[in-house]
């Protein structure tokens, strides 16, 4: 059957019954094109067609071109061309179908090679089991989130320099991390051979270029530093004001706090958190070998399977504060947004609200000094609390084998073998004194501080 076919005919064709065997309809206009009616009276199936013979096939043959009334709907004009465009390539001796094909699969190449789709096959091929793992997939995640939807091959050098020295500005160190990560992942989706990528966009950039060269660090925190630190994390919200106060007070890194989980610390601990009333916990009643706090290897700082767990003797100080934090039903993570289901991200946000409280009680004590508040300046990094710790054991008095069994430190060579003594009790006693130490920073007596009462930090 032919007709001149319109929209207003197309939207009338519909079958005899449900039985009735498909029809087609031949457009008058364009050669070889039209439409195949088949389904119900109230649901016809309509579908543009071209009967044509195709490159390689000696009799005419029927080709879908789209439907009418489906997910992939045509209109009767897009049809039309659609149309004359195949005929116009069968003339020069190419199939369109099988042109088609190849595009449709490309399309769908490109959905499994997005760069979100590489990320987390890469994700989960190799950050298991790393003791930054889950650190560096949110980083991955969050610092990359803008290039999620691009085919990974169309990700350039320049896409690179662009994130890294927009994180350089505020975060040098976090932007070398970064551009880490971007070498990283890019070279293993080019060894998987599957992903398209033939170069990695990252492994000519050189972080000295982008983010400047990395200084070595020796700064620690002055007394009055450590004292508006101690200050203006009173007026810090969970989970920030406990993290930092527990790296203060362990000379543990960052994350090896704020991912801790109630299944590290010894029952005795948390049985006696969560039995608790509303009257503080007297914790000199219990025995200090069960006041412990075991970090696996997973989360200790290592290579090559060289972490070892490390066990932090508890001390008042500490307990007094882990004792305030939330014990949630739902998960383990003592330091959580999500009710404990994962840990909390101490982004760079945390750090630069604790700094402006900082600098507020810094230029408050220049004023009561006499000094000008306007030239007070305020710069450390989250590890500098760590280099306070090691100096204040130092000046203690403290034993070297304990001052590095207290920041976890892998003693080296021989040592290292041989010495497997956990130094517990030696760690507790250290700690012990740098809490004593740390309080007559931050909480001086009134006799023996210069300190003038402020007015309360806004």
């Given amino acids: 059957m032919r007709k001149r076919l319109t ?13 009735a065997a498909p ?3 031949m457009d008058s206009l364009t050669p070889a094109f039209g439409v195949r009616v088949m389904g119900a009276p109230e649901r016809p199936i309509r579908t543009f067609i071209l009967r044509t013979r195709f490159p390689g096939s000696k009799n005419p043959t029927r080709a879908r071109l789209g439907s009418y009334d489906e997910t992939d709907k045509l209109s009767l004009e897009d049809a039309r061309d659609k149309a004359r465009n195949w005929l116009a390539a069968i003339r020069r001796g190419r199939d369109p179908r099988i042109e088609e094909e190849r595009k449709r699969e490309a399309e769908i190449r490109k959905l499994v090679t997005t760069f979100g789709a590489v990320a ?3 994700i989960k091929e190799k950050l298991p089991g790393e003791r930054r793992g889950a650190h560096v997939e949110r980083e991955i995640k969050n610092e990359f989130r803008g290039w999620w939807n691009r085919p990974i091959s169309e990700i350039s050098d320049e896409d690179v320099i662009r994130v890294i020295r927009a994180k350089a500005k505020t975060a040098p160190s976090s932007a070398r991390n970064i551009l880490g990560h971007a070498k990283r ?3 293993w989706a080019m060894d998987q051979r599957t992903y398209g990528l033939k170069q990695s966009p990252a492994a000519s950039i050189k972080p000295d270029s982008i983010v400047g060269k990395k200084i070595s660090r020796n700064h620690v925190l ?4 450590l004292f508006a630190f101690w200050r203006s994390l009173s007026r810090m919200p969970y989970p920030s004001a406990p993290v930092y106060r527990l790296l203060l007070l362990t000379g543990l890194r960052l994350n090896e706090v704020a991912e801790a989980a109630w299944s590290e610390f010894n029952p005795t601990v948390v049985r006696a958190i969560r039995q608790r009333g509303e009257a503080p916990i007297d914790w000199t009643q219990f025995d200090p070998q069960q006041l412990t706090w075991t970090i696996p290897a997973a989360r200790m700082k290592g290579q090559n399977g060289t972490a070892r767990a490390h066990t932090v003797p508890l001390t008042v100080d500490m307990l007094r504060i882990i004792e305030t934090v939330p014990m949630f039903a ?6 959580s947004h999500s009710a404990g289901r994962t840990a909390a991200i101490m982004s760079s946000e945390n750090k630069d609200a604790l700094d402006a409280r900082m600098l507020r009680t810094l230029r408050a004590l220049a004023r009561t000094r006499g000094d000008d508040p306007a030239a007070v300046a305020l710069e450390w990094i989250n590890h500098d609390l760590r280099r306070n710790v090691r100096s204040g054991l130092s000046r203690l008095k403290i034993a070297e084998e304990v001052r590095e069994a207290v920041l976890a430190h892998a003693r080296p060579g021989i040592k290292g073998v041989y010495d497997q003594h956990d130094y517990l009790d030696e760690k507790r006693d250290a ?9 007559s920073i931050v909480e001086p007596s009134p006799v023996a ?4 009462a402020m007015r309360p930090a806004s």
């Avoid at 700690?431 to 309080?439: D, E």
Wanted: aromatic share 12%; net charge negative; hydrophobic share 45%.
């Fill in 7 to 19: 929209d207003r005919t197309v939207k009338a064709l519909k079958p005899a019954s449900a039985d």
């Fill in 23 to 25: 029809v087609d309809i």
């Fill in 120 to 122: 987390e096959d890469f």
């Fill in 185 to 187: 992942l890019f070279q």
């Fill in 222 to 225: 002055e007394d009055d530093e």
């Fill in 330 to 335: 739902g998960g383990d993570f003592l330091f």
């Fill in 431 to 439: 700690l012990l004194l740098w809490g004593a130490r740390l309080r």
């Fill in 449 to 452: 501080s210069n300190v003038v």
